[in-house]
């Protein structure tokens, strides 16, 4: 069975941090890369980083400023986001995905075909 578990969400102040994890389960891992989407209700999700997990390739929106940070823990199959200097605007609910995309699809929800259940971040300011 297909599982990928993201957790880690939670209220927090401005300019507090986080650490979201994604374990993942029921599929070749080596082979994947691991992206985290967020959403707001309302609105649409919005593709926020992603590691390629057999080259350690990164990406990040650009609107994140280098707050947030992306990595893996192989041997667990866990991809963490680490997010510092969080802010009001940050609030959603957190996905992890995996898939196969190409470099140009990183933040396309169809290039991903695991997708986590969500985890909430609430930042209060």
């Known amino acids: 069975e297909v599982q990928l578990q993201a957790c880690g969400g939670g209220l927090v102040q401005a300019g507090g941090s986080l650490r979201l994890s994604c374990a993942a389960s029921?599929?070749?891992?080596?082979?994947?890369?691991i992206g985290w989407f967020r959403q707001v209700p309302g609105k649409e999700r919005e593709g926020v980083s992603s590691?390629?997990?057999?080259?350690?390739?990164?990406y990040y929106a650009n609107s994140l400023m280098g707050r947030f940070t992306i990595s893996v823990n192989d041997a667990k199959n866990t991809v963490y986001l680490q997010m510092n200097g969080l802010k009001a605007e940050d609030t959603a609910v957190y996905y992890c995905?995996?898939?196969?995309?190409?470099?140009?699809?990183?933040?396309?929800?169809?290039?991903?075909?695991?997708w986590g259940q969500g985890t909430l971040v609430t930042v209060s300011s």
């Open positions: 995905a995996a898939g196969r995309p190409i470099s140009s699809s990183l933040t396309k929800e169809t290039s991903y075909n695991y």
């Open positions: 029921g599929f070749e891992f080596d082979d994947r890369t």
């Open positions: 590691i390629s997990i057999p080259y350690g390739r990164t």
